[in-house]
């Protein structure tokens, strides 16, 4: 044995030995034709030669039976190595051989036909060597002699499905009658020879991937065949004997429902009816369970493409563009192909297509170095300069204590009193129900499938109330009730009619005494500053409702939120009431229809980006006239993201109005049996071949007659953003705190973008302080350039509160560093309820290249303003874009490193001579440690041609910021940290914003600013705390998604239940028709054990041997 040591191994030294042992099994007849190869080939050539030329039977099955053995006990790496070497035109030599003769010897060919079909199972190329030896249409015929012989069909039925990997093989096969040979040999139930049947079977699905023989099959109507024979086998086989045979028909039909035609012979079969009942009763049973995914599949492949409800795919809401000369219907010009809308989420998607991603990575070094021309000439940039009031303000207020710093805070605060909803509301509403680009209201309805008129209801009965929000009469019949005044049905109808001004003055005091009596008292919020506010922000439909909880506030609910757990989906309760009524014509509301399908289900459909017709994702609405205590069904019927973590535990939120009455005014993660799913509806217009997903979820309400609200995710409007910068100027003490409010530019809709400057004060106006002042750092935040991302919001809610707090550290920052942060960049999007784009419906994070200053105003000053900071010579050290990820758990940054995209890209450019900063990693590096939502090892570092012009990239590669990063934060919640398995909510999202400022200050030291001691002791506690933090980083970060090997449509394979298993059984079973088996059993036995296994170790090499 130790002669055979790795250090002086040799295939000859091998072979010598191998010959040696042979001889004691192998007869003389062998030997010559070994002994002629032995000098130039290995051993496995010569087993193979032999087995091609020796003519005896027993040399044959010996060489058979050491083969076999070789095989069965390595892996994959021996029959790919076999392969190399030769091993299936051997054995196709040897089938030719040994099949051609009159009477052929099933001793032999038995053994050989399982052999060639687990080796042609690994061999793509198969069929072609099997047509080129002719061995396709001889097992054809040797599976047509032995109808009989269960062993005998088996291994013919084995070796055919291998050999129809080859489409011209499988067409061949086709031609001379193999798919009626073996439909024939498929049985009603039984219990004999289920293996063979199995075999049979799936040879048939082997054969039907080719066009030609899925309409041979479907012409001979073998799909009502099918359907009858699993029809039989599903209600014959009681004790579950046949799971294989039971899957592999429904795998069969997959194949079969290929072409069109093969669908509609499934329909008119009553293949639906079929699968949907057998698929019910296999839900009962854990053990059939494995035959429901096939069954969905099928169904959901053959139902009809139906198109969804609404009049237009295009957007309810319209925006003339500027420059635009009239209105040009936009569903004519193309729509950024879907792949683009989800790429900011495909960045985590390389695993799945390693060879795409990396084509995606920009291996230029040029681009990757070197920055490109300015987009706009400098002259244009000193507008800027007034967005840097710090390096010019004086500070004289320093001096006069009493005067309050005229500059650092709010212009005017009379405004803020003013409660300004006075739009009126009549002549809004008449000019909508007649409008024309406005199709959303005439769609604002709830129709009826199931139910006829029973659930009519007309827009009107939102629309033309108005109320003290504008909310719906439910609400405010509520409201009263609790404000215990008396008819309330009475004074609606009285307030209808009553004047705008004193229907005012009415709404006033009805918002004072609301207040007064439940008191809201949310810290950073106040009611009458949000409408005051909102009254303000331009809409395009021109809103003139609040959203209760917008206006009434959040607070994140008591305790942690685990993740939703999944169940089978059951449900079923009798109750009367009426419809529900949704509406969601206020700020950041999106659901453009609802219809009502069951008496407690409801297809929701929403409404797509403005100008566009697509982008469905956020929704955010309100429902009423709901009964307490039934389970309402949810079905978001136009979603367009393949998968979600709505699969993985994340839930849709809730705010109920009564509740927050009560005292509990949180927006609550909820919703039971909750499914992300491909459906079968396609656009109304059929445009597009866009296929759309439905999210399905069960809301049981706590209250009768309550208002709530449903949302993606927790809702923060403009609106809320503009009242929070003002709470925030009025709480900072303009002494200590610099804060300043911009107006960075306007957007399309004539909204205006705030830009927000923090930093500390000068300790004085001595030059000394001014000078340090003057001379601090820029960091710049921009947060919500996708509108539907408004976990991006409360991040940034955290960092702006952070930033402006008395906390020590943030105190240290404000002295290190200069903030400026932009943080909403879409405030149109956000505004109108848009999921992914602004007005112009283009994405806005693939602008940054060459943004338009017409129609990405926020976009091209923004850069503008960086350009600016550039050539002052006041580039930022660290350059952030909160957003949203909706697709993975956790916090986690992207960031730009040429190394590393150079290394990813297996780049030939050699990176040895390239410096690099590696400083990009300390931001996240510290994270890591300190922010309990964050993952490392979910960052990645690499610039992809795809992402050139987005925020991170233009900012890294044209301003030249080191640190420049996308933050990406999950919808859901964490599988790792001291939140794992918990739902993220508000107060999580805003702790990051918090932890992202707490690891800035790992960047001061880079930039040799003082650096207090007391800060890394702060810093150290934090890390202390969390310390324990998994860092699995081989954990994945999602199972597969169930639902996501339908969408390839594939069949899904059946655990233990492959070729190479089907074939081992076969070979220990022994049939009553097969005696020869025992006898060459006693052959194989002969050969002892250690014999083989010497060999075996001998005949590969070690490293195919390890794997
Ligand atoms: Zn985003």
New binding site residues.
């Given amino acids: 044995m130790s002669v055979y040591g790795q250090n002086h191994f040799t295939w000859n030294g091998t072979l010598r030995d191998l010959h040696g042992s042979y001889t004691g099994f192998c007869t003389g007849r062998g030997r010559p034709s070994m002994t002629a190869t032995l000098s130039s080939s290995s051993g496995l050539e010569v087993l193979l030669s032999t087995l091609q030329n020796v003519g005896d039977v027993e040399s044959t099955l010996n060489i058979l039976s050491v083969l076999d053995e070789l095989l069965s006990a390595g892996t994959d790496g021996r029959i790919h190595y076999m392969i190399k070497k030769g091993g299936s035109e051997a054995l196709l030599t040897a089938l030719v051989k040994y099949g051609h003769t009159f009477s052929p010897n099933y001793t032999i060919l038995i053994p050989l036909l399982h052999l060639l079909a687990k080796v042609g199972h690994k061999d793509r190329r198969i069929g072609m060597k099997a047509e080129e030896a002719g061995a396709v249409l001889l097992t054809l015929n040797l599976l047509k002699h032995n109808g009989q012989h269960a062993r005998r069909t088996a291994a013919c039925l084995w070796v055919i499905q291998v050999f129809c990997s080859s489409v011209s093989t499988a067409n061949l096969i086709g031609e001379n009658h193999g798919l009626d040979v073996i439909y024939r040999l498929i049985p009603q139930y039984t219990t004999k020879h289920l293996h063979a049947i199995k075999a049979a079977i799936n040879a048939f699905s082997a054969l039907l991937c080719t066009k030609a023989n899925v309409c041979s099959a479907v012409s001979k109507e073998y799909i009502s065949g099918f359907l009858w024979l699993y029809e039989d086998w599903h209600s014959k086989d009681n004790q579950d004997v046949a799971i294989a045979i039971r899957h592999a028909l429904l795998c069969c039909l997959l194949k079969a429902t290929d072409s069109t035609a093969g669908r509609q012979a499934f329909l008119s079969q009553g293949g639906i009816r079929l699968l949907y009942q057998t698929a019910q009763t296999c839900l009962l049973s854990k053990n059939l369970e494995c035959l429901v995914e096939p069954s969905v599949q099928l169904m959901r492949k053959c139902l009809p493409r139906i198109p969804l409800p609404v009049t237009s795919d295009q957007s309810a809401y319209s925006f003339l563009l500027p420059g635009t000369p009239a209105f040009t219907d936009v569903s004519e010009t193309p729509d950024e192909s879907s792949d683009e809308s989800d790429a900011?989420e495909a960045e985590d998607n390389h695993e799945a297509n390693n060879r795409d991603y990396d084509d995606d990575l920009e291996t230029d070094l040029n681009k990757l170095r070197l920055p490109p021309d300015p987009d706009r000439p400098k002259e244009l940039l000193t507008q800027y300069s007034c967005f840097c009031p710090e390096l010019s303000h004086d500070f004289q207020e320093l001096d006069l204590s009493s005067e309050t710093g005229d500059s650092s805070t709010a212009s005017s605060s009379s405004d803020d009193e003013v409660v300004l909803l006075n739009k009126d509301r009549t002549k809004t509403t008449a000019s909508r129900d007649s409008s024309t680009s406005d199709g959303s209201y005439s769609e604002m309805e709830i129709s009826s499938r199931d139910m006829p008129a029973a659930a009519h209801l007309e827009a009107c009965d939102f629309h033309s109330h108005s109320s003290i929000l504008g909310t719906s009469p439910g609400f405010r019949t509520m409201v009263r009730g609790a404000m215990g005044e008396a008819s309330p049905c009475q004074r609606e109808d009285e307030q209808d009619n009553e004047e705008d001004g004193t229907e005012e003055f009415y709404h006033h005091t009805i918002i004072d005494r609301l207040l007064e009596r439940h008191g809201a008292g949310i810290p950073h919020h106040d009611p009458k500053l949000y409408c005051a506010v909102a009254s303000k922000t331009k809409s395009i439909p021109d809103f003139s409702i609040l959203a209760f909880p917008d206006f009434w506030g959040h607070l994140p609910p008591p305790g942690h939120q685990p993740m939703a757990p999944r169940k089978p989906n059951i449900q079923s309760l009798q109750c009367h009431s009426d419809s529900l009524r949704f509406f969601s014509k206020f700020e950041s509301g999106n659901l453009r229809k609802a219809v009502q399908v069951r008496r407690y289900e409801y297809d929701l459909i929403l409404n797509p980006d403005v100008n566009s017709s697509q982008h469905t994702q956020w929704f955010y609405f309100e429902v009423s006239n709901m009964a307490a205590d039934v389970p309402y069904r949810f079905n978001v019927i136009n979603c367009e993201k393949s998968n979600s973590q709505f699969n993985y535990g994340m839930q849709p939120v809730l705010y109920s109005v009564k509740e927050a009455l009560e005292g509990r005014p949180h927006w609550i993660s909820t919703g039971t049996e909750i499914c992300y799913f491909r459906n079968n509806f396609c656009p109304a217009q059929g445009r597009r071949r866009t296929t759309f997903y439905t999210l399905t979820f069960t809301i049981t309400f706590k209250h009768s007659e309550d208002v709530c609200y449903l949302a993606y995710h927790y809702p923060y409007t403009y609106s809320a953003l503009m009242a929070h910068l003002k709470i925030l100027q009025k709480s900072v003490d303009p002494a200590k705190v610099f804060f300043k409010q911009q107006t960075l530019c306007s957007t399309l809709a004539g909204n205006s973008c705030p830009i927000v400057t923090i930093t500390a004060c000068p300790v004085s106006r001595r030059w000394k302080d001014l000078h340090q002042m003057r001379n601090r750092p820029y960091i710049v935040l921009t947060s919500r350039?996708?509108p539907g991302?408004s976990n991006a919001s409360w991040v940034m809610k955290g960092t702006l509160e952070f930033l402006c707090s008395n906390d020590l550290v943030a105190q240290s920052l404000r002295e290190a560093f200069v903030f400026k942060i932009i943080p909403m960049l879409n405030p149109d999007g956000v505004i109108n309820g848009t999921n992914r784009c602004d007005l112009n419906s283009k994405d806005l994070?693939r602008q940054w290249s060459k943004p338009d200053p017409l129609l990405s105003p926020t976009i091209y000053h923004t850069k503008g303003f960086l350009y600016y900071l550039n050539i002052i010579g006041r580039t930022p050290v660290v350059f952030c874009d909160y957003?949203?990820h909706s697709r993975k758990k956790n916090v986690f940054l992207y960031g730009c490193s040429i190394k590393e995209t150079l290394w990813q890209s297996g780049s030939a450019v050699d990176t040895v001579g390239l410096k690099e900063d590696p400083g990009y990693r300390t931001i996240p590096k510290t994270l890591d440690r300190i922010a309990p939502t964050f993952s490392f090892n979910s960052c990645n570092f690499l610039v992809e041609k795809s992402r050139s012009a987005t925020a991170r990239v233009v900012v890294w590669r044209e301003m030249g910021v080191l640190r420049s990063y996308t933050l990406e934060n999950t919808y859901n919640g964490c599988n790792q940290g001291i939140y794992k398995g918990l739902q993220t909510g508000t107060q999580e999202h805003q702790e990051m914003g918090m932890k992202f400022c707490h690891s800035l200050l790992s960047v001061t030291k880079d930039t040799r600013i003082l650096y207090s001691r007391k800060l890394i002791n702060h810093i150290d506690l934090d890390h202390n705390m969390l310390d324990h933090k998994s860092h699995n980083c081989f954990e994945d970060d999602e199972p597969p998604c169930a639902e996501e090997i339908e969408y390839s449509g594939g069949c899904p394979t059946l655990k233990g239940s492959d070729l190479d298993s089907d074939i081992d059984s076969n070979m220990a079973h022994v049939d009553d028709d097969d005696k020869e088996h025992s006898a060459q059993k006693h052959q194989q036995d002969s050969i002892s054990q250690s014999q083989q296994s010497s060999i075996k170790n001998h005949l590969f090499p070690p490293q195919t041997a390890i794997r």
């Fill in positions: 900011e350039v996708h991302e994070n957003h949203g």
